[in-house]
């Protein structure tokens, strides 16, 4: 039966098996991986298999968003609402954005979309951004290398964590978007060079996420998320001392490999200094150098608040203020606060509450420097009123 309906879609729609085509069962399209760019044949699942029960699949992970268990707004979401859809022994005309659930009683057929236009599939980016590359590709992209992309990456991963403080928006869709064009675009340069390509990219990820979840995918047990931690940061020392190994470069002259790298490597220096810091306090805490209990924390910013009024210089001064910052993040972290997001919305709150003064003043016609402490102070109070009543 199969056979027969090749052998219609290759006459009527162009088919060309050797390019591939997918089957897949209709009851089952919502835990399928369709790709867009590839030709798709439905069928009734009793056209593959023999037993009279079809099974009941779970939504295809990364799909099962607004689709859910609905296999025609599945379609809708992976072909635009015009596209063809062929229906076998009647005449053309179907269209996706027709289809009805009876219409997935019979087989029908998808041809495929071009490249470019099947953005919903897992393909499209690397796709696209390999097109852009090529010789009559865009010259903007043609000009980039890793060095030039590296600030467009600060700005992206910037506007993802800033999105994040509203939630799942379709702005963060957006967001988050931008921010995977540049991982497509850095693996795109690594696959011309003939380094790595996408398929690393996501090896790498995900062998590692399974290799440091033994308790999920192996037989280790973590009931809590403190266990987790902990055991994540054990198997993260024993790759570091693996690694260490492998590379046998650095040699002490009695032909010894070099010693384990540190808990902290890979905490970026670019890094905010905040979220560094919190990370490098939290790999250390999961490795048991930690407060008996926050107690001794709050003890120790009030020894560093202490040292900072008795710095003698400017340079004593400078440290004993990093001093105070690095033990203030440790409180943050004991109380499960992200230091860099409280400063963050310090920050917002302080523009919030400034452009109030600035309106107050402005109200009562004068510049801002033109008043003392005692009337901004006022003004400031009024500020923080206002919201309190807003």
């Given at each position: ?13 162009g088919?060309?098996?050797a ?30 298999r ?12 990364g ?5 859910g268990?609905d296999?025609l ?23 996706v ?9 019979t ?12 953005i ?9 951004s390999?097109?852009l590359?090529?010789p ?14 590296r ?7 910037y ?11 379709p ?13 497509v ?5 690594a ?5 790595f ?8 990820i ?10 999920v995918f ?6 809590t998320a403190?266990?987790v ?6 198997i ?6 693996e690694?260490?190994?492998?590379e ?24 905010p ?18 407060w ?8 120790k ?13 400017d ?9 105070l910052?690095?033990v203030l ?9 992200e ?7 310090a ?16 109200a ?5 420097r033109d008043l ?12 923080k009123?206002e919201e309190?009543?807003?």
């Open positions: 039966m199969l056979d027969a309906l090749v052998a219609e879609a290759r006459l009527r729609w088919l060309d098996p390019n591939g085509l997918q089957v897949f069962a209709a009851e089952a399209l919502v835990g399928a991986p369709i790709e867009p760019s590839r030709p798709l044949l439905i069928v009734p699942l009793a056209m593959l023999t037993e009279a029960a079809p099974d009941v699949q779970s939504p295809l992970p799909r099962a968003g607004p689709s268990r296999p707004a599945l379609l809708t979401r992976l072909y635009s609402a015009d596209h063809p859809v062929g229906r076998f022994g009647s005449v053309d005309g179907a269209t954005g027709a289809l009805t659930p009876s219409a997935l009683e087989p029908v057929y998808l041809g495929p979309v071009a490249p470019e236009l099947a919903a599939g897992p393909w499209a980016m690397p796709w696209i390999a097109r590359r090529q009559d590709g865009c010259p903007w992209d043609r000009e980039q290398t890793h060095q030039s992309l600030k467009h990456l600060l700005e992206e991963a506007e993802v964590y800033d999105a994040l403080e509203a939630g799942a928006t702005d963060l869709a957006g967001e988050l978007g931008d921010l995977w064009l540049q991982v675009l850095h693996a795109q340069l696959a011309e060079e003939g380094v390509d996408l398929a690393d990219v996501q090896a790498a995900a062998s590692k996420i399974v290799r440091r979840h033994p308790h192996g037989d280790a047990v973590a009931r403190s266990d931690n902990r055991q994540w940061e054990r993260k020392a024993d790759e570091r001392a690694a260490a190994e492998a046998g470069a650095a040699m002490d002259g009695s032909g010894a490999p070099a010693g384990a790298k540190s808990a902290l490597d890979g905490i970026s220096p670019s890094m200094a905040l979220a560094a810091s919190q990370e490098m306090q939290e790999r250390a805490a999961n490795l048991g150098y930690d008996p209990s926050i107690d001794g924390v709050l003890d910013v009030v020894e560093e608040a202490n040292e900072l009024r008795e710095a003698a210089s340079a004593e001064t400078a440290e004993e203020f990093g001093d910052l690095f993040v440790n409180v943050a972290r004991r109380r499960g606060i230091a860099e997001a409280a400063v963050r919305a920050n917002a709150k302080f523009r919030r509450r400034f452009a109030s003064v600035e309106r107050g003043a402005a009562q016609g004068v510049a801002l003392d402490f005692a009337a901004l102070d006022a003004l400031w109070d009024a500020a009123a309190k009543t807003s």
